[in-house]
């Protein structure tokens, strides 16, 4: 569809607009009395959300390529059908390829609360069934208040078993990483990177000083993100999920991601829902699985 004929079909006047993001690319720019906020067409992909007096929860790469057949840098990518590199061929898109994929808006409306939900739907192509050979329904809704609720839900829409990982991949924006804690996962155990040994958390608080990489399984826990100097509260809270990946790259990987900013690391940490390792999601025909994440702010 053009911009115009979306407007016409699933624009809301004062509220949703469809309008040309970067690159070209559509977007749909969200504006309520409650929070503003702006989603990518192109990989169903939240770039930004601000809560009403509130400044922007979301953390985006200035150096992000917004150019189809690239993934954009910051903001929730949405992970699917697999998280991280494939399992048997390196040559396939990191994190899968819903991120690159242009997405349908299945629907729009203002809800009794007043938020404001935006539905974007893929369904399986010849683009995707050469990387991934199932047929398949995936939406994305976003609900847009004084919270930010995400979902991805994914129909087998086949005649086969099919089995995939996924993730909301959460970039969050801080002060400074020197600045910030987590809390919520003490006592939970975790995988450092790919590492195979399983840790556990004895701290509390998980501090960042350096490069982590921290693949926290069995844990539906919610996560609290406080930012000392902004100073804020960041809440982020999942369902449909077992693995919580925690991710700050450091100086020394920053470096090595062509669309970060070297400094980049240190105004970033993601906290991301993920269904993966030991949660990898299986479908019979017909079934359907959904993964969620709702990020308030304090």
Known sequence: MTLEMLNATYGIAGSLEFTEGEGGLPTAVITTPLA???VSLYGAHVLSYRPRGKGEVLWMSSLSEFEV???IRGGIPVCFPWFGPHATDAQ???HGFARVEMWNVAGTSVLPDGRMELCLSLKDNPSTLALWPFAFAAEVCVRVGTSLEVTLRCTNTGAEECTYTDALHSYFAVSDIANVDIRGLAGAQYYE???TVLRH???????IGKEENRRYV??????????SVLPRTI????SGSRVTVVWNPWDATAKKIADMPDAGYRTMICVEAVNAYDDGVVLQPQAQHCLGTIITVE
Do not use: M, N, S, Y
């Open 69 to 71: 057949g690239k993934p």
């Open 92 to 94: 396939k898109p990191q």
């Open 201 to 207: 958390q004895d701290e509390e608080v998980l501090a």
């Open 218 to 227: 069995d844990t539906d826990a919610e996560c609290v993100i406080r930012d």
């Open 193 to 195: 990177g790919f590492g």
């Open 36 to 38: 503003e906020a702006a």
């Open 235 to 238: 809440r982020v809270a999942k």
